[in-house]
């Protein structure tokens, strides 16, 4: 299965590799809050290369002589990369292992505090990318892209490692809603996570071929920047030249649907494009709602902050910030063809 989604810009006429090395894809963990001091959880934020999250977990249970269960981190980083982020370890009335002999040329523990609080997936602010983009051509048309990028963003797509390789998580989940069974709890989600991002990325390319992807529709689900609230444009928030003025300013964005159960948000135009985008899905959305999956949003577009580049003869060097849940290959997409993409994890 292959899918090519909709490019917001069209599709890039200059090609590069990205991660030709880890040091060419950089993450940095903005959890958006800094340790109390006191608690029975230690955080500990650690550089890593060449090593996934899930490695380091397990390592740092072992050390602590605790369950895998018992550490937790904020957002998956990707194996194939130089990533800073934050993990945490239970330790109810005990006190702190040595966690030394974790640390090597490839993982260094850069602090570590106590807290209050369990450190759960999806709590952190954003993160910081530094990305490296190499092997470039047709350098010509990058500095338009890029400042179209700047100010107008890119597709908020699930990147293509949320559904596995040749889309395997999402036959998986297909599978699991006739009636195959999954014990391990951690795969379920994982496929109930790849058929939800599917059914987003179906809706929000179907918009983006219809040509408005930046035009407000009549019952659009509009979420409030920086928010995850959302109302509709209805009878009681009209489509008038004031909210208009607001979507202008970008203080409210267009949402796509996370299936889920419970009642559309969008109405009239907006919905009517939704529903039809989905049309042929009956199969995945019927087993979001099975499974208990509420009806959620999720923005459109991602707009990356304090976006700079440098370019250099075939090399671009390239730092912005996303907001938690984005991910920086749907910008990398949208700017150059990547026939060697390693996936990332951008969450």
Same mark, same amino acid.
């Not at 993160?127 to 010509?140: A, D, K, M, P, Y």
């Not at 990058?142 to 797509?157: D, E, F, K, M």
């Not at 985008?277 to 709602?289: H, P, T, V, Y």
């Given at each position: 299965? %292959?899918?090519?989604?909709?490019?917001?810009?069209?599709?890039?006429?200059?090609?590069? !590799?990205?991660?030709?090395?880890?040091?060419?894809?950089?993450?940095?963990?903005?959890?958006?809050?800094?340790?109390?001091?006191?608690?029975?959880?230690?955080?500990?934020? =650690?550089?890593?290369?060449?090593?996934?999250?899930? &490695?380091?977990?397990?390592? @740092?249970?072992?050390?602590?002589?605790? /369950?895998? !269960?018992?550490?937790? &981190?904020?957002? @998956?980083?990707?194996?194939?990369?130089?990533?800073?982020?934050?993990?945490?370890?239970?330790?109810?009335?005990?006190?702190?292992?040595?966690?030394? *002999?974790?640390?090597?040329?490839?993982?260094? =523990?850069?602090? #570590?505090?106590?807290? %209050?609080?369990?450190?759960?997936?999806?709590? @952190?602010?954003? %993160? &910081?990318?530094?990305?490296?983009?190499?092997?470039?051509? +047709?350098?010509?048309?990058?500095?338009?892209?890029? /400042?179209?990028?700047?100010? #107008?963003?890119?597709?908020?797509?699930?990147?293509?490692?949320?559904?596995?390789?040749?889309?395997?998580?999402?036959?998986?989940?297909?599978?699991?809603?006739?009636?195959? !069974? =999954?014990?391990?709890?951690?795969?379920?989600?994982?496929?109930?996570?790849?058929? #939800?991002?599917? $059914?987003?990325?179906?809706?929000?390319?179907?918009?983006?071929?219809?040509?408005?992807?930046?035009?407000?529709?009549?019952?659009?689900? $509009?979420?409030?920047? +920086?928010?995850? *609230?959302?109302?509709?444009? %209805?009878?009681?928030?009209?489509?008038?030249?004031?909210?208009?003025?607001?979507? /202008?300013?970008?203080?409210? !964005?267009?949402?796509?649907?996370? &299936?889920?159960?419970?009642?559309? *948000?969008?109405?009239?135009?907006?919905?009517?494009?939704?529903? *039809?985008?989905?049309?042929?899905?009956?199969?995945?959305?019927?087993?979001?709602?099975?499974?208990?999956?509420?009806?959620? #949003?999720?923005?459109? $577009?991602?707009?990356?902050?304090?976006?700079?580049?440098?370019?250099?003869?075939?090399?671009?060097?390239?730092?912005?910030? $996303?907001?938690? +849940?984005?991910?920086?290959?749907?910008?990398?997409?949208?700017?150059?063809?990547?026939?060697?993409?390693?996936?990332? =994890?951008?969450?």
């Amino acid at each position: 299965m %292959n899918h090519q989604w909709h490019y917001l810009h069209g599709e890039p006429e200059c090609s590069g !590799r990205l991660k030709a090395a880890p040091e060419d894809f950089i993450v940095r963990e903005d959890l958006g809050f800094l340790p109390c001091g006191e608690g029975e959880h230690i955080l500990l934020h =650690i550089r890593k290369r060449g090593q996934n999250t899930q &490695w380091v977990a397990r390592e @740092l249970a072992r050390l602590a002589g605790v /369950a895998q !269960r018992d550490v937790t &981190w904020a957002g @998956l980083k990707d194996r194939h990369a130089v990533t800073e982020q934050w993990f945490g370890v239970h330790l109810p009335g005990k006190t702190e292992p040595d966690f030394s *002999s974790l640390e090597n040329d490839d993982v260094q =523990i850069l602090a #570590r505090a106590r807290h %209050n609080k369990k450190l759960k997936t999806g709590a @952190l602010k954003g %993160n &910081w990318f530094e990305l490296t983009v190499t092997e470039l051509s +047709g350098q010509e048309f990058l500095a338009s892209r890029l /400042a179209a990028i700047a100010a #107008r963003g890119v597709p908020n797509y699930f990147g293509d490692q949320r559904f596995g390789h040749h889309f395997g998580n999402l036959d998986q989940a297909r599978a699991m809603f006739n009636g195959r !069974r =999954i014990k391990d709890r951690n795969k379920r989600s994982l496929y109930l996570s790849a058929a #939800r991002s599917y $059914l987003f990325n179906l809706a929000a390319s179907k918009r983006l071929a219809a040509g408005c992807g930046e035009q407000l529709l009549a019952g659009d689900c $509009l979420m409030l920047a +920086g928010t995850q *609230s959302f109302f509709t444009l %209805n009878e009681d928030n009209p489509l008038d030249d004031a909210m208009q003025a607001r979507f /202008a300013e970008g203080d409210v !964005r267009i949402s796509s649907p996370m &299936w889920g159960r419970g009642r559309l *948000s969008s109405e009239d135009s907006a919905a009517e494009l939704e529903l *039809s985008a989905l049309s042929e899905q009956e199969d995945l959305c019927q087993g979001l709602e099975a499974n208990g999956l509420k009806q959620e #949003r999720r923005a459109l $577009l991602l707009k990356p902050l304090d976006m700079s580049w440098q370019l250099e003869q075939d090399r671009l060097r390239l730092s912005f910030w $996303l907001p938690a +849940g984005s991910y920086a290959t749907s910008l990398v997409r949208e700017l150059v063809k990547d026939e060697q993409a390693n996936e990332d =994890i951008g969450e």
